[in-house]
C-alpha cells in the first residue's frame, strides 16, 4: 500500500517546461526517453499524491462495512419488520437528511486551524469515521423501527462529519488541472469497497446459515452481517489514523496561485486573517458566482433522484428476482462506477466538469426511460444498473473537482459541504416523495412522475449553468488549449 509522506502530501510541482507529458509536446523526445506511454504514466502518478490513495483505501474499506448493511437493510425493514414503502421513504431519507445536516458543521470544523495553525481536517474526519464504526454493532442490539431510524441517524451524523474534510483534502493535496482525475481515483477506489459489500455480505449470510427472511425470530444471518461490518468499519479508522498525513504543507500549488486573479489570487496566497471562521461565515460562502450556480443545480437534480434502495427495489420487482439476490443488484451499479470513474473523472478535466456533472444526469434519465420501458428480461436490467453506475462515475467526484474550483483554501471544507449539503437535502425530500407517491400510486407510476420532473430540472440546470464557469479555458475544469485545466478566476471571488 502507498503510505503518504507525512511531511507533504503532494505532488511536487515541476516547471512548466519539465512537467512529464509537456516535455515531449514542446521539444519532441530526447535521446534516452521512454516510450511516450511512460510519460503518460509519470503524469498519472503525478496527478494523484499519497493523500489521495490513503483517503481512497480508508474509503474503501469503510464502504465495505457500509454497503454490507446497505445490502440487507431494505429488505430487512420491509420484509422482517413489515415496515411500509412510505415509512421506508422516510428512514431512507433520515441517511441523507442527517448527513446533510451536519455536513456543514463538519466542513466548518475542520476550516478552523489548531494551535499549530493547521486546519483540522484528519480530526474532524476521524471522528466522523469513527461513529459509524460504533453504530454497526448497535444494529445487533436495536430491533424496532425507532430504533434502528435513530442508529441509521448517528451513522449518518458520522458521514456527515466526515465527507467534506475529506474531499478539501483531496483537493488540496492535488494539483487544480487534475482534480477530476483525483477525484475520479478516489470515487473509483471508494466504489471498489461498494462492490465488495454486497459480495460479503451474501457470503456472510451463506455462511452463517440464516434466512434472508427475517421472521420467526430467525435473525442469525442479519446479526452476522452486522457484527463483521462492525469489525471492518474499525479497520477504516485505524488506515486513517496512521497513513493519512496530519497536516497537508502548501494547501495550493503554486500554478493556481501564480494564475488566478484579482480577488481570488489574493485569498488564496494569502493566509485567511480569521483563523476561526464563524459558522455562518460558511453561508456567505454562496455569494461566490460559481458555487452559487452549483449549489442551485446540485438541489435541483436532487429533487429528482430517487435513492438507490428504491430504484433496487423496482427492479427487483420487475425482474421477479429471489429475494436471496437482492444483495447482489448494486454489483451492476459499483462496477460501472470503478470502471468508468478514473476516465470521466479525467475527461472533466479537459471538456469542463459542469458539463459532465450535467450529463451524467441524463444518463440517469436514461436508466429511467429503460426500466420503464416494455424490454424486460436480465438484459435489460443490467442495461439499468449500468446506466446508474455510469451516473455516479459522472456526477459525484466531478461535482467535488468542480466546487473545489471554486472555493479558496481557506474555507475549501465548508465550500465544499455547502454543495453536499444542499444535493443531500434534496435527496431527502425526493426519499420522503417518492415513498408517499409509492404508496399511493404504485412503484411504477411514481418513477414515471420521477422521471418527468428529472428531464425539466435537467433543463433547468443547464440553464443556470450557462455561464463563464463552464466556458473554455474558464473555472470547473475546462481544457485550455495546451490541454490542461484553467485554474478558477472570477467565479472563485471571495466574499467580503
Known sequence: MYVADSRSSKAPVAPAETR????????????????????????VRAAVPGTVVALGVVSLVTDVSSEMVSAVLP??????LGLSPLGFGLLDGIQNGFSAVVRLLGGHLADRRGRDGAPRHKAVAAVGYGLSALCKPLLLLVHTVPLIGAVIAVDRTGKGLRTAPRDAMISLATEPAHRGRAFGVHRAM????????????????????????ADGGQQQGYHAVFAVSGCVAVLGVVVLLLF????????????????????????RAEPASDTRPRLRDGLALLRIPGLRRLTVCAVLLGLTTVSDSFLYLLVQRRLGLSVEYFPLLPLGTAGAFLLLAVPLGALADRIGRRRLFLAGHGVLLLAYGLLLSPLDGPAAVVCVLLLHGSFYAATDGVLAAAAADTVPAERRGAGLA??????????FACSLAFGALWSAVGGTTALTWSALALAGCVTGAAFVLRGPGDAPGAPGGSAAPDGSASPTTDDSEVPS
Open 20 to 43: 512529464p507529458g509537456r516535455r515531449e509536446a514542446a521539444d519532441g523526445p530526447r535521446p534516452g526517453d521512454g516510450p511516450r506511454s511512460d510519460g503518460r504514466r509519470t503524469a
Open 418 to 427: 455547502l454543495v453536499g449539503t444542499g444535493q443531500a437535502l434534496a435527496r
Open 75 to 80: 429488505l430487512y425493514l420491509l420484509t422482517g
Open 244 to 267: 493519512v498525513p496530519n497536516r497537508l504543507d502548501g494547501a495550493e500549488t503554486s500554478g493556481e496561485a501564480a494564475t488566478s486573479g484579482g480577488a481570488a489570487t489574493s485569498a
Open 190 to 213: 471508494d466504489t471498489a469497497g461498494a462492490l465488495l459489500g454486497p459480495l460479503t455480505a451474501f457470503l456472510v449470510l451463506r455462511l452463517a446459515g440464516g434466512p434472508m427472511l
